[in-house]
């Protein structure tokens, strides 16, 4: 299974009642496994939880926290970008130089790197002073 199709399926199970908006995330991680995560939204949240971070906890419950590869999907006019708490969610399990596509339901992608998405990151070596 690719990165592509599994986000693809996941897309379809998204539960987007309030902005309609459906979103797949896959992740690739270390072992070769695939992980995956839809949007999840809820009456009084709306925003709900991001695909990205139900791929990644699905990636941490199955035991792993390496991230070596990352794809989304949504239906939008362009590739859409993870907002700035995924970003944050994918740096911390991700390397700066891995790869992040950003894919449309009509076929167009980016790829992008981890850094790309969050340059300057916030990182645990900044909270020790040497
Ligand atoms: N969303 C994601 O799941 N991932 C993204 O990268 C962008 C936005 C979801 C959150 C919410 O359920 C909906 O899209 C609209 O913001």
Do not use: W
């Not at 009456?43 to 035991?63: D, H, R, S």
Request: with cysteine; charged share 15%; net charge negative.
């Amino acid at each position: 299974m690719t990165l592509l199709a599994a986000a693809t399926a996941v897309r379809d199970r998204a539960y987007a009642p309030y902005s309609r908006f459906k979103v797949g995330a896959a992740i690739r991680a270390a072992s070769g496994a695939i992980y995956s995560g839809c949007n999840v939204e809820n009456v009084a949240y709306p925003e709900g939880t991001c695909a990205e971070a139900g791929a990644i906890a699905a990636m941490v419950a199955a035991g792993e926290t390496v991230i070596a590869e990352v794809l989304v999907i949504a239906d939008s006019p362009a590739p859409v970008p993870p907002c700035g708490g995924c970003r944050q969610k994918i740096a911390e399990f991700a390397a700066q130089d891995v790869g992040v596509t950003l894919c449309t339901t009509d076929g167009a992608s980016l790829r992008m790197s981890v850094a790309d998405l969050l340059p300057g990151v916030f990182a645990a070596a900044h909270m020790v002073r040497t």
